[in-house]
């Protein structure tokens, strides 16, 4: 696919978070097209991380704007955020280890009131991960990593995601499962739902992504169509192993 298929969905611009008087992000600017997924690639401490918290103000910013749906939601609680559609997959899973898969599936659907809706939705998501299904009332916290990220995502997409922002999904993961999640997003996207997808494994983002944005020390430094960030020597140099 060579174009966005639509208009944008999610516009940053010029976004600042400061940790202190350290400056994490400098001017973070990026838009995600209704329809994409758009990944950010970078090194540890790039600001990947704090550039999603800063969409979903789970962090405050210094400056800049987050526009999505049309709409100003820079000053808006996180809580909002969420019920205007826009979800994240927070680094480490996060899932709730005391309480069974399916608690943590419909614990993501608390802003919901449509029953017969979330009982449709959960077994979308156990269509997904057969896995969870066989696991419904197992404890999560003994879940294996693999399981875990996949409750993360299903617990998401029980909120019905218009944007579903992933950070790191393939952190810790052995490369079949990599694998099994990568093809899953791309599952995701096609039923849909937006993806902006934060990963360290450039290879893999960028394989799956339309165009990419990549940081450096709070700044991105290029952007660009995935397949042609695949091609840039300096891309690969740095990011890609070649």
């Known amino acids: 696919m060579d174009e966005p298929v639509s208009q944008s969905m999610l516009k940053v611009s010029d976004m600042t978070v400061h940790y202190g008087a350290i400056q994490a992000l400098r001017g973070i600017s990026f838009e995600v097209a209704q329809g994409e997924i758009i990944t950010l690639i970078g090194s ?6 704090t550039t999603l918290h800063g ?3 789970i962090i405050k910013k210094t400056g800049g704007t987050v526009i999505f749906d049309g709409r100003d939601i ?3 609680p996180p809580d909002r955020i969420v019920t205007a559609g826009l979800i994240q997959v927070p680094e480490g899973r996060r899932i709730f280890a005391n309480l069974t898969v399916k608690d943590n599936l419909e614990i993501g659907a608390y802003t919901r009131r449509d029953h017969p809706g979330i009982r ?3 077994e979308m998501v156990y269509g997904l991960f057969p896995r969870l299904k066989e696991r419904t009332r197992q404890t999560a916290g003994t879940l294996s990593g693999g399981e875990q990220q996949m409750l993360a995502i299903g617990r998401a997409l029980m909120a019905r995601p218009r944007l579903l922002l992933l950070d790191e999904p393939s952190m810790g993961l052995a490369p079949i499962l990599v694998d099994e999640i990568f093809a899953i997003i791309r ?5 849909g739902t937006t993806i902006l997808l934060v990963e360290q494994n450039a290879f893999k983002a960028l394989g799956l992504a339309i165009r990419g944005y990549i940081l450096e020390t709070g700044e991105v430094i290029k952007s660009g169509f995935a ?3 695949m091609k840039d020597d300096a891309v690969k140099a740095a990011y890609l192993g070649a």
């Open 120 to 122: 449709q939705d959960m």
């Open 187 to 191: 599952r995701i996207n096609e039923s």
């Open 44 to 49: 540890n401490g790039a600001g990947k991380t």
């Open 74 to 76: 820079s000053g808006l």
């Open 55 to 57: 969409v979903s103000n």
């Open 227 to 229: 397949r042609d960030l």
